[in-house]
């Protein structure tokens, strides 16, 4: 199903949520290794598919956002406490933030850093924010890298409370958002053979060891 119902994620929504986690641990790996390499001609693409992909997530919250107004959301569990609802909602507020926030900041770097057209994924020329200017692009760069880390600490904590959810409070919140690939139904149970009770068996007459043959 495409839309979400009170109990279940739908597929769009199940889409741009693992697509995203899948680019945000792209993007750590890629960022986090080439942050301290030089800028050479061989290490340059990296930096351009760092970029393509920041632009994606943010072209991704934006859409995932979107169809969050017209898709219904799932209920809480039931007996979820209040304060863990409030908790959840205001930490799905601040993913949102940050989903928007960290890729804007990364491409407030790029136009401030004033460097070479950046072409996302060398197809559609991406225009810059601001006039190149060294000093923000600093100011940018460090911005831009507390976000990541801040993001990072938050969809850790997500994943964690979600695992506990799923794990020990076992009121499927995971779940809902697992791909149908990976959703197993329950093993049905095994069909119980009813057998007739064997007849009982009828009662002997009491003989009385007294009596004779005849008598």
């Not at 804007?104 to 401030?112: P, Y």
């Not at 794990?167 to 049905?188: C, E, G, I, T």
């Not at 009828?202 to 004779?212: C, E, L, Q």
Request: charged content about 15%.
């Amino acid at each position: 199903m495409l839309k979400s119902g009170s109990n279940h994620w739908g597929g769009v929504a199940k889409f741009f949520h693992w697509t995203i986690v899948l680019l945000i641990l792209s993007q750590a790996f890629v960022g986090c290794t080439t942050v301290n390499l030089p800028r050479l001609p061989a290490v340059l693409p990296w930096y351009t598919l760092h970029k393509s992909v920041v632009i994606t997530v943010l072209a991704l919250a934006v859409l995932r956002l979107a169809w969050r107004a017209f898709d219904p959301h799932p209920v809480e569990p039931a007996g979820m406490p209040r304060w863990q609802v409030l908790g959840a909602r205001a930490g799905h507020g601040l993913l949102y933030l940050l989903l928007f926030l960290a890729p804007l900041s990364g491409w407030l770097v790029d136009s401030a850093s004033g460097l070479r057209p950046l072409y996302w994924f060398g197809l559609v020329q991406i225009p810059h924010l601001v006039a190149p200017d060294p000093d923000l692009k600093k100011i940018a760069e460090e911005i831009h890298e507390s976000l990541f880390w801040i993001l990072a600490v938050v969809a850790l904590g997500h994943a964690a409370m979600a695992i506990v959810h799923q794990f020990v409070n076992r009121d499927n919140v995971l779940a809902r958002m697992w791909p149908a690939s990976l959703q197993r139904n329950p093993k049905p149970l095994p069909e119980t053979v009813h057998v007739a009770p064997a007849p009982a068996p009828a009662p002997v007459a009491a003989v009385d060891p007294t009596d004779k043959p005849g008598a």
